[in-house]
């Protein structure tokens, strides 16, 4: 019999082990409640972040380590939140001027402010800043690719000369590769710098500076008292970046205050949540759309009316309606909703099976009777939706969908292979770099000789030269550019080259007794505690 | 033709009216043992749910994968006795469905690893020498890296699928069945029915596949019935990080690691399907576990 036992003791195991599998984690006390000695509430805030921060170095920092490094480091210029009159406004740089065909910017620097080392800022730091970024070549070093020479003119004076028309006000506010940083500070660790950096260091000039960093885990940041812009009471002096992947713990800590942002939290309880006296949700367009681009070169996906068929077939309002809860908006075209270049007048394919048979059957297949490949990440629960749900559609019009999920590598290398052995669909978000439609435009649909992220395979002459155009008029006449950026848009349309799913909208949650919380999604889910108070 | 076979099944039971008096005390003993018989019935009710899944719901295209988007996140209700999951899809459907995936992974992976290891354990055990020592160190290497983790790293290599999980899996477990065959081929080989065989001539491979693999099919047949367990919960847990079935393709592990995502608002997504693995795998313990008791005279008289 103790055989018996023994097996019993097994299947315990196995039941511990599957149970840990299903319910044992939000049971698991947040970490900020066990291992912190309560601080003094007032004037400590605590962002619950659901990833960790890759690189903090300020010319490397490409993801989400954003987060961090937007309140530790300034730009010259920052991009407004959507809904205001200006599209930019001030940051080191007081103000700023170009010549007529947008190749020669002029900024002149605000005076008076620190690096958290104690030296100035000057035109000399702000060319040493972006020298380093271009230089070091890495994240988002090529959006400064436009720029021949940086000179100082004078202390408080720099001006960039450019190889070719660009908004470099757009770049310059850029949340990658565009902070300015103490040129002393980096000297003095020499060639280890980026690895100082990551250890818990920073040279900015923002409001905070680190105090401490565990890798992966947590991440504080302090008040610098000499910050230019000053401080007021009810400012935070001191803000914790809890590092938390689990989305339930988040939700937790949220609602029991021990932390006071966060976001990416289930859909499904953003309701609730918000209902509660002690939280408010936050919903704001995020300048980010989910597509999924068409393999226009391979049968039957060349053809273009199988293309519209197709996108005739996705249940865009139902998806939205049901499945992501409404925290989405159907996509007009792939410039996202509240980013300039964004247009309502744009055509939608709604969802219509009849039309989408009346297609096929002029394309010559009446019955379906083909199979298509959709990749997308294995992990992201919403591009599996969408596969799921498509599929589904698919099958009715005699189509069979083969949903695919990878990890991003795998998904991006067979992307990148003969297009002829590559998927015929590829889903995946896109945002921009630096805030202009051209990101949008040019990543996903411009004449690639070697595929990068025009995944679809594109190739349109006519479109390039639009969106090519309407670049360079990006800084000197955005009207302009504005129309031209649209009426490329209208091409991709019209040929049906991808699927345009959904905008996203951002939603984050924060306690109701912290003040001044405005989203920017041209900084993605970046908080700026300075603003803030309590 | 009745009349024909009948003296061929009679002499067939005469020869083995002692074996099949052993089985009918086996069959008698399992009776008694309620926990074999409860067992071997929810196993049963399980494999009569995945056979007859499409007769056995209204909804058997949701089982299959089909979106029902409008009717997502029902709670367990009359129309829906185990609720909705994230598409609308009827729970007991799924699970009945996802039955045929994780059903079939256990026995698969089963079928497999006593495919590879009792004929690899019987050579190494009856020969011995340099062919014993080189299966026994390939053993030694598979069982050298946890099996988890090794079915993770080759099921990652091959892509996730869930014939590459169930690849996976049974390259793992195999090498358990060989050193179980080989150890009791060991004693068998020196037993005198063995020598016999071979004094008056008959050639080694029939020795082997006459005289030494029946009698070691029992403590295989026993190791097999509790490994099903262990196997379709390997399984789930590579369906569970992704690397088995997968989606729409229903998979208990996948329902799992699903409804992990909504617990605290909806419970029933992740523990219906959880309870689904809990009562198989225990199942196939418990009834592995008397088939062992039964299967050895000494224990069964113990029992009694």
């Known amino acids: 019999m103790s055989r018996r036992s023994l097996s019993a003791l097994l299947a315990l195991t196995a039941l511990t082990l599957l149970l840990s599998l299903v319910g044992c984690r939000p049971s698991t006390p947040p970490p900020a409640a066990g291992e912190m000695p309560a601080p003094p509430k007032e004037n ?149 710098a980026s690895k100082w950096f990551n250890e818990g260091h920073d040279c ?63 859909r499904e309880n953003l309701a609730a949540l918000d209902a509660r006296p002690d939280v408010v949700v936050y919903t704001n367009p995020a300048f980010q759309n989910l597509v999924g681009l068409l393999n226009v070169r391979k049968p039957p996906l060349d053809n273009k009316l199988v293309r519209q068929a197709i996108s005739y077939a996705f249940p865009y309002d139902r998806f939205i309606q049901t499945v992501v809860s409404g925290y989405a908006v159907q996509s007009h075209g792939p410039v996202p909703l509240g980013m300039w270049g964004h247009s309502e007048k744009l055509f939608q394919y709604t969802y219509d099976l009849d039309k989408a048979r009346e297609l096929l059957a002029q394309a010559g297949y009446p019955n379906g009777g083909f199979k298509l490949v959709m990749t997308h990440v294995a992990g992201d629960l919403d591009e599996r939706q969408v596969g799921e749900v498509w599929k589904a559609e698919l099958a009715k019009l005699g189509i069979d969908l083969e949903v695919r999920g990878m990890s991003w590598e795998a998904q991006w290398d067979l992307g990148k292979s003969d297009p002829m052995q590559a998927q015929d669909i590829f889903v995946m978000y896109w945002w921009p770099d630096y805030v202009s439609p051209y990101s949008f435009l040019y990543s996903m649909f411009h004449c690639e000789e070697e595929t990068l992220f025009n995944l679809g395979y594109y190739c349109n002459p006519r479109y390039d030269e639009l969106i090519d155009r309407g670049n360079e008029l990006s800084g000197s006449n955005r009207a302009e550019a504005e129309r031209l950026f649209i009426e490329a848009q209208q091409i991709l349309v019209d040929e049906a080259v991808s699927l345009f799913f959904y905008d996203l909208v951002n939603t984050h949650a924060v306690r109701a007794d912290i003040k001044g919380y405005v989203d920017n999604p041209a900084y993605p889910h970046v908080v700026f505690f300075y603003e803030l108070s309590r | 033709m009745t009349t024909l076979l009948r003296p061929f099944l009679e002499r067939w039971i005469r020869e083995r009216r002692s074996q099949l008096e052993e089985y009918r005390l086996m069959l008698r003993a399992f009776g008694r043992d309620w926990l074999a018989v409860a067992s071997l019935a929810i196993i049963l009710l399980f494999v009569f749910g995945a056979v007859f899944a499409p007769w056995l719901t209204p909804y058997p295209e949701q089982g299959r994968g089909e979106p029902n988007v409008l009717e997502k996140f029902l709670p367990p209700s009359w129309q829906h006795p185990l609720g909705t999951d994230n598409l609308g899809r009827d729970v007991l459907a799924r699970i009945l469905f996802g039955g045929r995936t994780s059903l079939s992974i256990g026995f698969l992976v089963v079928i497999i ?153 909806h419970p029933w997504l992740a523990t219906f399907p959880g309870l689904a693995i809990f009562l198989v795998s225990l199942s196939f313990n418990l009834l592995g576990d008397s088939i062992r008791d039964i299967a050895d005279p000494r224990t069964r008289r113990a029992a009694r």
């Open chain 2, 113 to 265: 690893a006593v495919a590879i290891g009792t004929p690899l354990g019987a050579l190494a055990g009856y020969f011995g020498g340099w062919l014993d020592e080189a299966i026994m160190r390939l053993t030694d290497i598979f069982l050298a890296f946890p099996s988890l983790l090794l079915a993770i790293a080759i099921a990652a290599a091959l892509g996730p699928s869930f014939t590459n999980a169930m690849i996976a899996v049974a390259l793992t477990w195999w090498p358990w069945y060989t050193r179980l065959v080989r150890a009791q081929t060991l004693s068998l080989r020196e037993r005198s029915f063995v020598e016999a065989a071979r004094g008056i001539g008959v050639r080694e491979g029939t020795v082997i596949l006459r005289h030494i693999l029946p009698n070691v099919m029992t403590p295989v047949l026993v190791q097999a019935t509790m490994d099903i367990g262990s196997a379709i919960l390997t399984g789930a847990a590579m369906s569970f990080i992704g690397l088995g079935a997968q989606p729409p393709t229903p998979d208990w592990g996948e329902m799992v690691n699903l409804g992990r995502i909504y617990f605290i608002n």
């Open chain 1, 204 to 266: 900015g000039s923002g409001p905070y500076t680190i105090e401490s960093y565990e890798r992966g885990r947590r991440l504080v940041i302090t008040r610098f008292d000499d910050y230019w812009g000053g401080w007021k009471p009810g400012q935070f002096n001191k803000v914790v970046f809890e590092v938390v992947e689990d989305p339930t713990v988040r939700q937790q800590m949220i609602e029991a205050g021990t932390a006071d942002v966060t976001y990416d939290l289930p």
């Open chain 1, 44 to 192: 400590v805030a605590v962002y619950a972040h659901p990833t960790s921060f890759p690189d903090i170095d300020p010319s490397i920092s490409y993801s989400n380590d954003s987060a961090v490094v937007s309140n530790l480091y300034e730009t010259l210029v920052w991009y407004n939140p959507p809904m205001q009159p200006q599209l930019l406004r001030p940051g080191l740089a007081e103000r700023w001027e170009s010549n007529a065909d947008a190749t020669e910017w002029t900024f002149y620097l605000r005076k008076g402010v620190k690096f958290h080392d104690g030296t100035d800022l000057n035109a000399q730091a702000v060319k040493y800043s972006i020298e380093r970024t271009i230089n070091m070549g890495m994240g988002a070093s090529y959006i400064w690719d436009p720029v021949e020479e940086i000179t100082v003119v004078d202390d408080f004076t720099v001006r960039f000369q450019l190889k070719y028309p660009a908004p470099l006000d757009l770049i310059a506010a850029s949340g990658y590769g565009s902070w300015i940083f103490s040129p002393a500070c980096v000297e003095a660790q020499g060639e280890k």
